[in-house]
Every structure is written in C-alpha cells, then in structure tokens.
C-alpha cells in the first residue's frame, strides 16, 4: 500500500521556468492537499480539493496552479518559477480533513 | 498573523526525561486539534489528536493536553527516547472552515540525548 506518492523527489528550476509537481493517493481519498515548507513557518496550505472536480485557494496560492486530474491525483504547477518558491512542497489526503496522510516531499531550488 | 504558534523552535532533552512541546493558538473556532511528527527527508505522520470536548488524550508515551480558556495545548513525552528525535508541528482545524483545512504551527526541532 503505497499511500500518498510524490514525484520528483529533488528538482532544481532556473527562474522563469515552469514545471509540474505530481501527487497520487491510493486510499481512496476524497481530499487532497498542497502544503510548502519553510523554515519557521510550518506548512503553509497553497491548495486543496475537497472532492473530485473542485479545487479552492488556500493561505499562499500566488504563483500556482493547480488540477484534481481525478480522485487519485493532484498535481501542482509552477508557471514562471521564482527564488521565493524554493521549498519543500508536500502532497496530502485525508478522507475528511481531519487527519491528513503526507507524501515524502519534493525538495525544490529555484535558482 | 500565524493563528497557530509554536514559540520554542528547539528542545534538547536528556534519554529518560519528559519532552514537553507547546502551542497557542489565537482562532477560537478550533475545535480539534493534533500533533504531528517529521523525520528529515520524510513526510510529517500523525502522532496523536485531541478535540475541544477534552481536556486529555494519551496513547502511549505521548500525551496532549488542552487548556481551551488559555487557547494552549501541550505534548509530553515520557520517557523521551532517541528515535523520538524529529520536527513536531501542532496543527489546528475548524470543521466550519470551508474545506475544513489544518491550519500547522512553525514545529518545534526536539534531540533526545542517549
């Protein structure tokens, strides 16, 4: 049961560039979640989907976007990537909320 | 305005000792609450999860406590072992909030000493 994979596992991006962050979930879950990591400032929620079909803004959603492609998956796209999107991006699924299931981490330099 | 604070970015704690992790919060709409733990290079795994009708919850070596009037939550680790080394974040939800979405603290780095 592989629970909630994430790839890449490290990438690094010149600004300007764009790119993809994938995210599935095999638990059957209906809710799915982007959260970046910064030093000091916990995990900051970007967006999330709470049910296939539906995607919402959350605390820090400028320069993303995002595409609940169907219930397992749930990816994040940089456009024009920037220094200050250097992070620590982690997918994340719950069935209600509650209590969410991570993903590993996709460990990002923009440059 | 971070409504959940976790104030001590560190805790260094002998082997055997009581490892004890703190967290305010500000939105009085919470009404659970749970706890967190990250390994380096892993995602963060739940620990343990109190709602706003207790005042205590236990599983094993990790309590929570709540103290809704301070708006402060604590959790004790007894006794701290080496392999409880990791980041914890405090994390908080409002099941009103639409997308009923955790609201995470800063986390708190704790090294258990053998």
């Known amino acids: 049961n592989a629970g909630v994979t994430q790839t890449p596992k490290f990438q690094v991006l010149k600004t300007g560039q764009s790119m993809t962050l994938q995210c599935a979930q095999d638990m059957n879950h209906n809710s799915m979640y982007w959260y970046r990591q910064d030093p000091g400032m916990g995990l900051r929620l970007i967006y999330y989907?709470?049910?296939?079909?539906?995607?919402d803004k959350g605390e820090v959603p400028n320069g993303y976007n995002v595409s609940r492609l169907n219930k397992r998956e749930f990816s994040l796209r940089l456009e024009s990537a920037a220094p200050s999107q250097t992070s620590v991006y982690f997918c994340a699924s719950s069935i209600t909320g509650e209590k969410l299931f991570f993903g590993s981490g996709t460990q990002l330099s923009v440059l | 305005d971070q409504q959940v604070k976790q104030n001590s970015p560190s805790l260094s704690v002998q082997e055997g000792r009581i490892s004890i992790l703190n967290c305010d919060y500000t939105?009085?709409?919470?009404?659970?609450f749970l706890w967190y733990k990250k390994y380096p290079a892993e995602g963060p795994t739940f620990l343990i999860s109190i709602s706003s009708i207790k005042d205590k919850n236990e599983d094993g070596r990790f309590t929570v406590f709540l103290n809704k009037s301070a708006k402060h939550l604590s959790l004790h680790i007894v006794p701290s072992q080496p392999g409880d080394s990791a980041v914890y974040f405090c994390?908080?939800?409002?099941?009103?909030?639409?997308?009923?979405?955790?609201?995470f603290g800063g986390g708190t780095r704790v090294l258990v000493k053998p």
């Open positions: 989907s709470a049910s296939e079909g539906t995607t």
């Open positions: 994390a908080a939800g409002d099941p009103k909030a639409a997308g009923n979405k955790l609201t």
């Open positions: 939105n009085s709409m919470f009404d659970y």
